[in-house]
């Protein structure tokens, strides 16, 4: 039993809408296993702009780290389009991650056996099952490298640069070698060694490294390839480790073979237990205030919350099981509906979650369903 202070930035756009099931979700689970959980709200993105004149206020990073965790939603949307890429809620999000060291991004994609109507890969293609983990490199590379505009040789030329420390390939290989050792042992880490000095070095430290994991069988693949081989055969992949960007393209293309972009957690974690919960998708401005987001892939990401940052590993199972319960008795929002199917709105899609959260043990239903175990980030 358990007090536990969770940080929560709804965002904007569909961000409170998710945001307040996958609360319901928390204090369902702190009922019945008897934590308590209290929330402290806090304005980042669009939402903050408009409130207080910048997507990023002040005390953001100081507050969450008065905290257990944090549990975002979304930032971003065409409203603030207009703004300055320093002053875009994209930006906010890197500060963020920045400012809260959240440097290794856990993106795992699991295909639920009851929407594999919603899969767009052919069946055989997909294989038993796909359920695959992407570790993600996420404040490093050329999201954080020297931005630029410049005068060029042929006039005005912007720049972006590329750069990672051997510290910083370390540190991420390290959380995807032993994610992998939870797992299936299998680690491929994706990269374009074939064109860039920091695939390379990416490379170099990787192998090195895996003398440390016997265990772990290592392989390499460019990033291309890699965007090929997961619609050709996505169950090959156990754990996939990337750059910050080559895993931002990759974590969108591997939810679509999930069914939908609606279904994907991700932890954004520091070293220790500290984390920051969001799902991989955005803010979907077009579908705002319309009540009929997803908010699964917010309720798992609080799941990988529990897990991580809370070390509350049943609890995270008993969310986990209650999703999958929840679409094996065919309940859908309509970006996970069959077409013609009936679907259910935000509200509904959380109750219903919540109405599957039952404790453990012994009882079957709320059997683990990943069977992964909780790391530190040493
Ligand atoms: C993600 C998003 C962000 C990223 C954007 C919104 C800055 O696409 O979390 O995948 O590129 O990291
Ligand atoms: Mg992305």
């Given at each position: 039993m358990g007090t536990y202070r969770i940080a929560v930035i709804p965002g904007d756009g569909i961000g409170s809408e998710i945001v307040a099931e996958a609360l319901k979700v928390l204090d369902k689970v702190g009922q019945t296993f008897g934590h308590s959980f209290t929330y402290t709200q806090l304005l980042m993105g669009g939402a903050a702009y408009d409130a207080?004149?910048?997507?990023?206020?002040?005390?953001t990073v100081p507050v969450c780290r008065e905290h257990d965790a944090v549990l975002l939603g979304a930032v971003g949307g065409p409203?603030?389009?207009?703004?300055s890429g320093a002053e875009r809620p994209e930006k906010a999000l890197l500060k963020i991650r920045e400012g809260l060291g959240l440097y290794a991004n856990l993106r795992p994609a699991l295909m639920h056996r009851a929407l594999s109507a919603a899969c767009p890969i052919k069946q055989e293609h997909v294989g038993d099952s796909m359920d695959l983990l992407i570790v993600r490199e996420l404040t490093g590379g050329i999201y954080f490298g020297e931005h630029g505009w410049r005068e060029g040789r042929y006039g005005q030329e912007a720049y972006d640069v590329e750069r990672y420390s051997e510290m910083e390939i370390r540190r991420i290989a390290k959380v995807a070698f032993e994610a992998a050792m939870t797992r299936r042992k299998n680690l491929v880490s994706v990269d374009k060694a074939n064109v860039l000095e920091t695939s390379r070095f990416w490379r170099r430290v990787v192998t090195e490294m895996s003398a440390g994991y016997p265990e772990v069988t290592l392989s390499h693949m460019y990033v291309d390839n890699a965007a090929m081989q997961l619609v050709h055969r996505?169950?090959?992949?156990d754990v996939i480790l990337t750059s910050n960007m080559f895993g931002d393209i990759l974590s969108d293309e591997a939810s679509m073979i999930t069914g939908s972009l609606g279904m994907l957690p991700s932890a954004s974690l520091a070293d220790g237990s500290f984390g920051l919960y969001e799902p991989?998708?955005?803010?979907?401005?077009?579908?705002?205030?319309?009540?009929?987001?997803?908010p699964l892939a917010t309720i798992l990401s609080a799941s990988m919350l529990l897990r991580y940052s809370l070390g509350l590993n049943a609890e995270a199972d008993a969310v986990d099981a209650a999703v999958t319960a929840v679409l094996d008795a065919g309940i859908r929002t309509c970006d996970i509906a069959e077409p013609g199917k009936p679907s259910v709105g935000t509200a509904d899609m959380g109750k219903a979650v919540c109405e599957r959260i039952c404790p453990p043990p012994s009882d079957t239903k709320c059997a683990s369903l990943h069977g992964e175990a909780r790391f530190c980030l040493a």
């Open positions: 207080v004149g910048t997507c990023f206020p002040e005390d409203r603030w389009d207009h703004l996505p169950s090959q992949f991989s998708h955005g803010s979907a401005p077009d579908i705002a205030g319309k009540g009929i987001a997803n």
